[in-house]
T-cell receptor, first 114, second 110 residues
């Protein structure tokens, strides 16, 4: 009965470096979402996957951000040439299908860009 | 533009003092409204889904209701362990993108 897991839990990096954030959804969940949460702000949608395809990438802030999902399971969010404004908590959520019911969130990855 | 607004931003209650949190929404078509609880340093925890006006859901001391323009999360006789940030989200017709409010930070004092 494992929930959604994310790694690392914390990541400190220097400006200009690339980072990879990983999400392991609940087994069998076809929908997977990435969000960004800054202090005092709501959850900002980044991208969602239905299976391995990403029908909506409209929330990605810039072309430095990319994400992929393989085997209908694990997803990786990559941020290239990180900037200080990328500092935030990155949350992953999964659900059995897209567009129905609530989502199940992981604990998040706290990214700090120095 | 689709929008979700939560009020108040913060709420302090004495233990046992019932109250309500508000989530108002402006969307082109509502597919569903969702309530979550978020504890510090953790991801949101799913509480309820509401699909149509008049629908109500209950869980322990929490009760969520929905009208055509807003949803309320009623907290009856809260306890200190109910302290958390409560988030509301909507899913609109024609999209699979959830829109979240900024949340209500609830503090229940013993």
């Amino acid at each position: 009965g494992a929930g959604v897991s994310q790694s690392p839990s914390n990541k400190v990096t220097e400006k200009g470096k690339d980072v990879e954030l990983r999400c392991d959804p609940i087994s069998g969940h076809t929908a997977l979402y990435w969000y960004r949460q800054s202090l005092g702000q709501g959850l900002e949608f980044l991208i969602y996957f239905q299976g391995n395809s990403a029908p909506d990438k409209s929330g990605l802030p810039s072309d430095r951000f990319s994400a992929e999902r393989t085997g209908g399971s694990v997803s990786t969010l990559t941020i290239q040439r990180t900037q200080q404004e990328d500092s935030a908590v990155y949350l992953c959520a999964s659900s059995p299908t897209t567009g129905q019911g609530g989502q199940f969130f992981g604990p998040g990855t706290r990214l700090t860009v120095l | 533009e689709d929008q979700v607004t939560q009020s108040p931003e913060a709420l302090r209650l004495q233990e046992g003092e019932s109250s309500s949190l508000n989530c108002s929404y402006t969307v082109s078509g509502l597919r569903g409204l969702f309530w979550y609880r978020q504890d510090p340093g953790k991801g949101p925890e799913f509480l309820f889904t509401l699909y149509s006006a008049g629908e109500e859901k209950e869980k322990e001391r929490l009760k969520a209701t929905l009208t055509k323009k807003e949803s309320f999360l009623h907290i009856t006789a809260p306890k200190p362990e109910d302290s958390a940030t409560y988030l509301c989200a909507v899913l609109t017709s024609g999209t699979y993108k959830y829109i979240f409010g900024t949340g209500t930070r609830l503090k229940v004092l013993a």
